[in-house]
């Protein structure tokens, strides 16, 4: 009965940038943070970004830290990831999903996933 669903991803050259948009419906459910997460072919889904609700914090893997922004609007229940200057290996399927707590890293719920391509 949770919803997540993910859009803005495309095609775009080196340098170029995205807006990705992560959009929460259905039931109320619990949600402590954020996260985006990313996975491209035959490599292991990787840690993008998280945001925290609760004050806005905010925390990137080094490989986007500078380029990527994470933010989040409570009253549209929709989070976002800007990507600036993006690379050929920033190429990927992005993924949101709710963490529920701050006591525990997991994840219940996650989208379909969104393609981003940068070619060079």
């Known amino acids: 009965q949770v919803q997540l669903v993910e859009s803005g991803g495309g095609l775009v050259q080196a340098g170029g940038s995205l807006r990705l948009s992560c959009v929460a419906s259905?039931?109320?459910?619990?949600?402590?943070?954020m996260s985006w997460f990313r996975q491209a072919p035959g490599k292991e889904r990787e840690f993008v970004a998280t945001?925290?609700?609760?004050?806005?914090?905010?925390i990137y893997a080094d490989s986007v830290k500078g380029r990527f922004t994470i933010s989040g609007d409570n009253a549209k229940n929709t989070v976002y990831l800007q990507m600036n200057s993006l690379k050929p290996e920033d190429t990927a399927v992005y993924y949101c999903?709710?963490?529920?707590?701050?006591?525990?890293?997991?994840?219940?719920?996650w989208g379909q996933g969104t393609q981003v391509t940068v070619s060079s």
């Open positions: 259905g039931r109320t459910f619990s949600s402590a943070a």
């Open positions: 945001f925290r609700w609760s004050g806005g914090r905010a």
């Open positions: 999903a709710n963490r529920p707590t701050l006591t525990q890293v997991s994840h219940d719920y």
